[in-house]
């Protein structure tokens, strides 16, 4: 059993909660408690944002630690680092919990080396639509701050899965967790979360002695109102997947272009079936498919690739909306994998980036099975 | 050849059966001279947990009516757990078969073993009228899949 953390530490918020967030990061730096934070930082063309790697503590002035766009997930620059294993670097990265969650779920997959990497974690107001963030950076960033300001969540400028996210906040999986959402606008809690994340807090000489339940309260009653609002938008969402002709109708604008599954930070394989010489056929079973089938689309799979995707993917989505900022023709690809995600990992009795140690329900299985895997396998014995 | 209605219908059926059990199996049924019905096509794989959903997909999307996987009963596996880790995949293909409304009824999963010639032969047979009785895979004639 995973020991719980009750207490924070309140800290004056009288900068602004991405300047308190820096000038914390920068005290970790100059006590050498760490050696670097990955942190997203704005490009010099100013529409867009970056991960970046920073050891000088000057560069951190000009990082923004809540960005309000998610143009690569946190997940996949941690993975570009740490792949190969842990190096000699005590590393922080500052991320969305969706992100926090994908580096979990990447850890699992040996993409992640977590050893040297401490995660946190803050309240995630949402993230912006790529889209409407490019036509008007200037009044993204407004939008985005007021946003921030608000101790409520607002679904109406963020991304639709954003808007229907119920795990915005501290996760077992954080180490160190930024309540953003505390009592009053002029605090911001500090929550140790692991011993990794006691351990920085003490070098800080931050004692985290205040009682954390108001805010924890606060956040509980917030995911329920999100817990509802994902209900209700579900029941649409499955209209568009149930059945053969829905799933053509939805995805029929696709274009084939494979965004989704590039950007995605859980389809990690180093070569997808979908883009292997063996998914391309030759002319003669294309032929043999007509033949059989009466038609065929081409290029050929181009809806077996979503379902393909669904099932190799699902029970890790972390529904961060990466696939549907990538595609070219607004299909909503995030809110119907996380759609189908939450219904397998409900049979799965799994929930992804959650816990650190547990293994992906493909890679493990139990002698006796669960209740929902059982029912599904009725009748294999007969 | 496209089938006309759902009465004189011939399925076409995959089953993909486990070197070890299942395809051992079909073939006791075969030198029992059983009868077992013609429709099921039979591809042997080393272990029913070498079965990927893209291949469950493709063999669907290419015109069967229904597949059939076969393995060792739980605990039997030749490769010690393979059919454990098999049995939880097609839970998953079937989960998302149910939730896609995909005709989840068209997949279906025996154990068999390597003596159960007389199994084999119920199965195949059950399996094939139950096909039947579903008429020919929607996804035929469908010019955008």
């Not at chain 1, 690809?333 to 329900?361: H, W």
């Not at chain 2, 995909?102 to 010639?117: F, K, N, V, Y």
């Amino acid at each position: 059993m995973k020991k719980s953390y009750t207490k924070g530490a309140k800290i004056s918020n009288s900068k602004g909660s991405r300047k308190t967030i820096l000038n914390f990061l920068k005290g970790l730096l100059k006590k050498g408690s760490l050696d670097a934070v990955l942190i997203p930082m704005r490009v010099p063309a100013g529409d867009s944002y970056a991960w970046v790697l920073i050891k000088d503590k000057k560069l951190l002035d000009d990082a923004n630690p809540i960005a309000p766009i998610m143009p690569v997930q946190g997940a996949n620059a941690l993975s570009s680092c740490t792949k190969k294993g842990k190096g000699n670097l005590k590393i922080a990265a500052l991320m969305r919990p969706c992100e926090i969650r994908a580096a979990i779920e990447l850890s699992k997959l040996n993409q992640v080396n977590l050893e040297s990497v401490t995660l946190i974690s803050y309240d995630c107001p949402g993230a912006l639509p790529m889209s409407d963030y490019l036509q008007d950076p200037g009044e993204g960033e407004k939008v985005f701050d007021s946003l921030l300001k608000k101790r409520d969540r607002d679904v109406e400028s963020v991304k639709p899965v954003c808007g229907i996210c119920d795990n915005f906040s501290i996760l077992p999986a954080s180490d160190l967790h930024f309540g953003l959402s505390a009592d009053s606008r002029d605090n911001i809690l500090l929550i140790p979360n692991s011993k990794k994340g006691t351990g920085l807090l003490n070098k800080m000489d931050i004692k985290p002695s205040e009682d954390i339940s108001s805010w924890a309260k606060n956040i509980e009653e917030l995911k329920k109102v999100q817990e509802k609002k994902r209900k209700e938008r579900f029941e649409y969402v499955k209209d568009m997947v149930e059945g053969f002709d829905s799933l053509v109708k939805t995805f029929s604008a696709c274009v084939g272009c494979h965004n989704c599954e590039s950007v995605c930070p859980v389809c990690y394989c180093r070569q997808c079936y979908f883009e292997s010489e063996t998914a391309k056929p030759d002319i003669e079973s294309i032929l043999l498919k007509t033949k059989n089938r009466g038609s065929i689309s081409l290029p050929a799979d181009r809806i077996m690739f979503h379902v393909g995707r669904m099932v190799h993917m699902s029970l890790s989505c972390v529904s961060c909306g990466l696939c549907t900022d990538a595609c070219p023709v607004s299909i909503p690809v995030a809110e119907l994998f996380s759609y189908v995600g939450d219904r397998t990992q409900q049979t799965f009795e799994y929930r992804s980036g959650e816990e650190k140690g547990e293994p992906i329900p493909m890679k493990t299985y139990r002698k006796e099975e669960t209740k929902g895997i059982n029912e599904l396998v009725k009748g294999a014995e007969g | 050849m496209k089938p006309e209605g759902k009465d004189n219908f011939t399925p076409k059926i995959v089953g993909y059966l486990c070197n070890w059990c299942t395809y051992a199996a079909a073939d006791m049924a075969g030198s029992s001279k059983l009868e077992i019905a013609p429709e099921l096509t039979v591809i042997k794989v080393m272990c029913s947990s070498r079965i990927d959903f893209n291949m469950v997909l493709t063999t669907f999307f290419n015109g069967a009516d229904g597949i059939l996987i076969g393995g060792c009963h739980p605990g039997d596996c030749h490769y010690d757990k393979g059919n454990y880790y098999t049995r939880r995949r097609f839970a998953l293909f079937k989960d998302i078969m149910k939730i896609l409304k995909l005709d989840p009824e068209r997949l279906q999963l025996s154990w068999i073993s390597a003596s159960e010639g007389n199994r084999y032969a119920e199965v195949v047979n059950s399996f094939t009228e139950k096909i039947k009785k579903l008429g020919p895979n929607p996804l035929n004639g469908n010019p955008y899949f």
